[in-house]
């Protein structure tokens, strides 16, 4: 069951980022980044298995931030691509700054949300502060590792940009979030676990992303780079 839950939470998020980009351009690419870090560090917290593998929540939609970045950097250049991984760490620092504020509050004798929210975001402080590093150093990294294999090879083996950047910055992601976040909390042998096991199924999405980053490629709008980082290349006038 959860493995099949995997597999339509990432067409869903995928798709999503492709559909985004068809309606709202890069604003809503944007959005989607600021949208899917702050859920992702949410539901990180929580761990399950999937394809047999120990993991924590998070993986597509964290995954589709990867996607969403390099759509951007494809039809609007480097800048954008960076203004939205800035957007995804304000957003997520605005998730640590909102929760901490909500459990400092004394509850009333009614309240019923209390512990709960103490259990999520007491925990969810330390996963967030890794979770934001690491999001932030795997991004820049992926959008340069991407732009290099860009110079190297033109405008052609787009699926070759794609995923030896995903899948490479994926990795260093996943290894650094789960030693910040849970070395300590659990035994060294499972956090390993974690980290290899999270770092495959994110290989599996990276790959799972290639289609979506063309078909979002082939949408209507394509922004020449020559042109990045005006208000004519987020909003293309007719003819």
């Known amino acids: 069951m959860n ?17 985004i980009e068809r309606s709202l ?11 899917a870090t702050i859920l992702a560090n949410i ?3 929580k761990s399950t298995v999937i394809l047999g593998f120990d ?6 939609l964290f995954a589709s931030v990867f996607l969403a970045t390099d759509v951007l950097f494809e039809k609007y250049g480097k800048e954008l691509a960076r203004k939205a991984v800035y957007v995804g ?21 009614i309240d019923y949300a ?4 103490r259990t999520l975001f007491g925990l969810n402080l330390r996963i967030s502060l890794a979770s934001i590093a690491m999001y932030f150093i795997a991004n820049m990294a992926d959008i340069f ?10 405008e052609g083996k787009l699926w070759l940009r794609n995923n030896v950047a995903t899948i490479l910055c994926n990795c260093l992601e996943n290894f650094g979030f789960v030693s910040l976040a849970f070395i300590g909390i659990y035994d ?31 949408n209507n709008g394509h922004i020449p780079h020559k042109t990045l980082g005006t208000e004519e290349s987020i909003h293309p006038s007719a003819g």
């Open 3 to 19: 493995s099949v839950m995997f597999v339509v939470e990432i067409i869903a998020a995928f798709a999503s980022v492709v559909l």
């Open 188 to 218: 060294i042998q499972t956090v390993v676990g974690i980290a290899i096991s999270t770092s495959i199924l994110e290989m599996i999405a990276a790959v799972c992303d290639t289609p979506f980053l063309y078909l979002a490629k082939r």
């Open 55 to 60: 993991t924590t929540l998070g993986t597509a």
């Open 43 to 45: 539901v990180t917290a």
């Open 114 to 117: 209390d512990g709960a929210m």
């Open 89 to 109: 760490l304000i957003s997520s620092a605005a998730l640590i700054v909102a929760t901490q504020i909500s459990i400092a509050y004394i509850p009333s004798t």
């Open 145 to 154: 590792v991407f732009e290099k294999i860009r110079d190297k090879t033109g």
């Open 25 to 35: 351009k890069a604003e809503g690419v944007i959005a989607w980044v600021a949208m």
